[in-house]
């Protein structure tokens, strides 16, 4: 009997430390800030090991108070519903650029995107550390928007095409698959080709059946996409140099301590030194494989380079776009120079 009372006691103890090590548990998730980072990339590809990065970093920095979790392939819906959620209160991230800003009401960020803007990555990054930077990100805190960090990559955008582009001129009625966004309809306009407006799901059947005549975005994703398989020639024009930007709410980041913003900001800048790395090791991977695919690649010349960008001068100063500021071209190029 003494040994069953001391059965039952030692039962009764441990049952006590599970439920004090559960509250416990349930007493840190209460406390510990969980961020959902939606976005369209696929597991393994640079951009989602970049953020698997930024994920382990948030964690070691934080002490285990914050939490990152990623919801890759579109899980959370499209970038305008997980836009939606922010607004509405959510802890939720995703990625954006200017053309996305642009739509959301902040008008000259939309410039970002516009063809031929930067010669080199190296002025994109003076211009996202600029004043008139600055100036944009305030402009869309106050449309509910707060923008984390601007030094990822995405990647330069080229022209894969069915038949062979060495010059600008060569784009002269080319039907060239474009998102459906102003500034990118605008951007092809004025190199002569003819943008059309599609889904890229739909742009390999297009390309197939002779519906249009070639597509644009960085090499990973034409690459993915495999549209070599139905458009073989390649030039590496680098119309846009798409960089990328991570995005909550301003609210959630006001919710935020100041060292709790330190460690998602610096975090996701070292993250982002990570992906811009991983970014260009993959273009040289994805190159190889386009050429072992039978893809003919054009490496322009800079007087080529000056043609495509002589003719998108045209661009800056389109009555589509009244509503920038007056001499914005100006003011963002003299931003990127100092």
Not at 150 to 155: I, L, P
Not at 190 to 197: E, H, K, M, R
Not at 222 to 239: C, P, R, S, T, W
Not at 304 to 309: A, E, K, Q, S
Request: charged share 25%.
């Amino acid at each position: 009997m003494k040994k069953k009372w001391i059965w039952m006691l030692l039962a009764a103890a441990m049952a006590a430390l599970l439920v004090m090590s559960g509250c416990g548990g349930r007493h840190a998730d209460r406390n510990k800030i969980t961020i959902d980072i939606g976005y369209e990339n696929n597991p393994g590809e640079p951009l989602d090991q970049a953020l698997n990065r930024w994920k382990d970093l948030v964690a070691e920095k934080s002490g285990g108070t914050m939490e990152i979790v990623l919801y890759p392939s579109s899980q959370l819906g499209s970038k305008n519903d997980i836009i939606d959620m922010m607004i509405s209160g959510q802890p939720v991230m995703t990625l954006a650029d200017g053309a996305f800003y642009s739509d959301r009401g902040v008008k000259d960020f939309g410039i970002v995107f516009g063809p031929f803007l930067f010669k080199d990555w190296d002025e994109c990054w003076r211009l996202t550390n600029s004043d008139w930077y600055k100036e944009q990100e305030q402009k869309l805190a106050k449309k509910g928007l707060h923008i984390v960090v601007s030094n990822w990559v995405y990647g330069d955008r080229h022209l894969l095409t069915k038949k062979p582009v060495n010059k600008v001129e060569d784009l002269e009625g080319m039907k060239i698959r474009v998102p459906n966004n102003t500034i990118q309809v605008k951007g092809f306009e004025v190199l002569g080709a003819v943008p059309t407006p599609m889904s890229l799901g739909d742009t390999y059947t297009a390309l197939q059946q002779g519906t249009i005549d070639g597509v644009e975005n960085p090499l990973p994703v034409l690459y993915n996409g495999k549209f070599q398989e139905v458009a073989k020639y390649l030039i590496l024009d680098g119309h846009v140099k798409n960089f990328t930007t991570w995005v909550c709410s301003e609210d959630f980041w006001k919710s935020l301590t100041p060292e709790q913003q330190a460690i998602l900001q610096e975090s996701g800048e070292e993250a982002g030194v990570f992906n811009n790395a991983l970014q260009k090791e993959s273009e040289k991977e994805v190159l190889e494989k386009f050429r072992q695919e039978g893809v003919t690649i054009v490496d322009p010349s800079d007087e080529v380079l000056n043609g495509f960008r002589e003719r998108a001068k045209a661009f800056y100063s389109l009555p589509d776009f009244k509503d920038w500021s007056e001499g914005l071209y100006d003011t963002v190029k003299a931003a990127m120079a100092s």
